[in-house]
């Protein structure tokens, strides 16, 4: 039964910090994470957060007791299969993001590893961001039995995440419906644009002008 809970690195350097390279369309750079919490018999639970900057959408949040690089390969070739490969992907310096496997995997793909300065969080200030809205919305409110309810619920927060949070910065829009207006390689001005005036078409047939 689930209950609500009450209350409750170094590679990088400044030639691949976050002022250096910023997205600038779908799919121009992910940006992935950790989260730790446990469950309500003290165990473990560890979170992987990949975002897409420029759209700011979740793209996935892996749950397990424990996530090893192998584990963060098969992620990575999942989103690759079903959403295509970005041209960067930004981390901090975690053993399972400098691994040789990761390397790998991401080499294959072509896709450019950045990684932030030891202790400046704020060069991957997109993940931290939504780890803190996840954290203050989900793993601060709730308690967890097993890995599998954690899953049910992370998912659930994820799809409203997604689908039915406006965005300040896409000008009000959800990340599903900014990522879906977006225009492959177009610059963030064109897709803004193509955003708004989607918008704007779409609320001059829906009154019939």
């Keep these: 039964m689930h209950h609500r809970r009450k209350g409750r690195k170094s590679k990088g ?16 750079v992910w940006t992935y994470d950790f989260v730790s919490d446990q469950s309500e018999d003290g165990r473990s639970l560890k979170f992987l957060t990949v975002l897409d900057e420029f759209t700011r959408e979740s793209l996935t949040i892996e749950v397990g007791r424990s996530i090893k690089s192998g584990d963060v390969v098969e992620t990575l070739e999942y989103l690759f299969a079903v959403r295509g490969v970005p ?8 053993p399972e993001f400098v691994a040789h496997a990761i390397k790998k995997t991401l080499g294959k793909k072509n896709v450019e590893t950045l990684y932030i300065e030891k202790g400046q969080p704020w060069e991957n200030g997109f993940i931290e961001s939504f780890n803190g809205k996840f954290r203050d919305e989900v793993l601060n409110r ?15 927060w994820r799809m409203e995440y997604n689908n039915h949070r406006p965005h300040s910065g896409l000008d009000y829009a959800t990340p599903a419906e900014f990522a879906a207006s977006c225009i492959a390689s177009a610059s963030p001005t064109a897709q803004l644009q193509q955003y708004t005036t989607d918008e704007k078409d779409n609320s001059l047939t829906e009154a019939g002008t």
Aim: hydrophobic share 30%.
């Design 13 to 28: 350097n400044s030639d691949n910090s976050c002022s250096v390279q910023k997205a600038e369309y779908k799919d121009h």
């Design 87 to 94: 041209g960067f992907i930004r981390s901090d310096n975690g």
């Design 142 to 156: 709730e308690l967890f039995y097993s890995v599998k309810e954690a899953k049910v619920i992370v998912e659930q």
